[in-house]
Nanobody, 133 residues
């Protein structure tokens, strides 16, 4: 079964940077289509799709709140998807989860917006990002 391991969270000051990584096991990126997404949930708020990437068409998606600050990338050799987060703000504070759909995947915006996250078959444990003001 596919397992996802998220890492890289921590405490950072406003304006700082963090890099989250999502490592997938039991699935080789180079041998099949996949969609990986980063989602976050802050206390008292609904889960939000932050950024997604799909190998099917090479598409990426960013929530409006992170455009220009976050960058998602994949490394097929390492079976890892990373989220570089720059210019962090206190409102970025949340538990960040990575999730994946493997096989018959579609564009990134589908997974990250609306109810698309329910199509993600695999979820990793969250990693906490705290941005202090």
């Amino acid at each position: 079964d596919v397992q996802l391991q998220a890492s890289g969270g921590g405490l950072v000051q406003t304006g700082g940077s963090l890099r989250l990584s999502c490592a997938a096991s039991e699935f080789k990126f180079a041998f099949g289509d996949y969609a990986i997404g980063w989602f976050r949930q802050a206390p008292g708020k609904e889960r939000e799709g932050v950024s997604c990437i799909s190998s099917t068409d090479g598409s990426t998606y960013y929530a409006d709140s992170v455009k220009g600050r976050f960058t998602i990338s994949s490394d097929n050799a390492k079976n890892t998807v990373s989220l570089q987060m720059n210019s962090l703000k206190p409102e970025d504070t949340a538990v960040y989860y990575c999730a994946a759909d493997m096989g018959d995947t579609i564009s990134a915006d589908y997974y990250c917006s609306g109810y698309g996250s329910y199509s993600m078959d695999y979820w990793g444990k969250g990693t906490l990002v705290t941005v202090s003001s």
